[in-house]
């Protein structure tokens, strides 16, 4: 707590001039925790000197820096610039207006700056990944339309085999079978049906079946198969369940074909 004049509102008064501090409190009251108008931008100064991400921006229409003028939040021109060009667009639909579209050279310098590459040739995104560990990037223009958050992968996809982004049909692939990879040589495009295959074919599925589960079932194929050949011979669902050491009602929907579909 400030001991003069300005007690417990010192905090806010930092904030104005020097005249309105003299007005207020006069020469001599005034608190010794206020620093005057020039101490401020001195400061201002040297701490944009000593650490760039504090810089003052300037504006890139009519050079005037901060805090002379206001500006948007990310933008690089002030706001009265930024008024006044909405004004002239509007009033000259058939002028030059500044490029939209990200170049693709400088989406590929962004995506090649978090690369890492391992022993196994994966391009590993060194950037921010999700939970199931892909890379994502934002603020990125696609075809000239200005996107929030995308995979790398499918980015990659898109910029070098021609994916369609848009299009949750198609997935992009990987051969390396790593989230995190996004070198164009590991990704194909496919189907979801296509996906699950290759998920299949490698032994990845979430949920295994029969004996590839790791050991949890009780029966194996030549038992399924000896299950539907004996009920075909009149044998009863509780002796045929006896015998494999299973409920009845699991030799039912195997005999049915409800239960192990993928044994023929």
């Known amino acids: 707590m400030c001991t003069k004049k300005c007690g417990r509102y010192a905090p806010y008064l930092n904030a104005l001039s020097n005249w309105w501090i003299m007005e207020l409190f006069g020469p001599t009251e005034r608190c010794d925790r206020l620093p005057t108008l020039n101490q401020r931008i001195l400061q201002g100064d040297q701490m944009a000197?000593?650490?760039p991400t504090t810089a003052r921006r300037i504006c890139r229409d009519c050079g005037r820096t901060e805090p002379d003028v206001a500006f948007y939040k990310g933008r690089r021109a002030c706001l009265e610039c930024r008024r006044n060009r909405i004004t002239y667009l509007a009033n000259n639909p058939d002028a030059e207006r500044r490029p939209r579209r990200e170049a693709i050279s400088d989406i590929w310098t962004r995506i090649l700056s978090h690369r890492q590459i391992d022993t196994?040739?994966?391009w590993n995104w060194s950037g921010f990944r999700d939970k199931q560990g892909y890379?994502?990037?934002s603020h990125v223009t696609?075809?000239?339309t200005k996107t929030g958050s995308v995979l790398v992968h499918r980015l990659v996809a898109h910029l070098k085999h021609g994916l369609d982004i848009s299009q949750?049909?198609?997935y992009a692939c990987h051969r390396c079978d790593n989230p995190a990879c996004f070198n164009p040589d590991h990704l194909f495009i496919g189907t979801p049906k296509d996906n699950s295959a290759d998920?299949?074919?490698k032994g990845r599925e979430k949920h295994q079946r029969g004996e590839e589960n790791g050991g949890g079932g009780k029966l194996t194929a030549s038992d399924?198969?000896?299950i539907r050949r004996r009920r075909l011979a009149g044998e009863t669902l509780t002796a045929i369940?006896?015998?494999y050491g299973v409920h009845h009602s699991m030799v039912s929907r195997i005999v049915k074909g409800r239960a192990w579909k993928h044994v023929d």
């Open 49 to 51: 000197t000593s650490n």
């Open 120 to 122: 196994n040739g994966c």
């Open 135 to 137: 890379g994502r990037i």
């Open 142 to 144: 696609i075809d000239g």
């Open 168 to 170: 949750r049909k198609e």
């Open 199 to 201: 998920c299949k074919q």
């Open 224 to 226: 399924v198969e000896n």
């Open 241 to 243: 369940a006896s015998a």
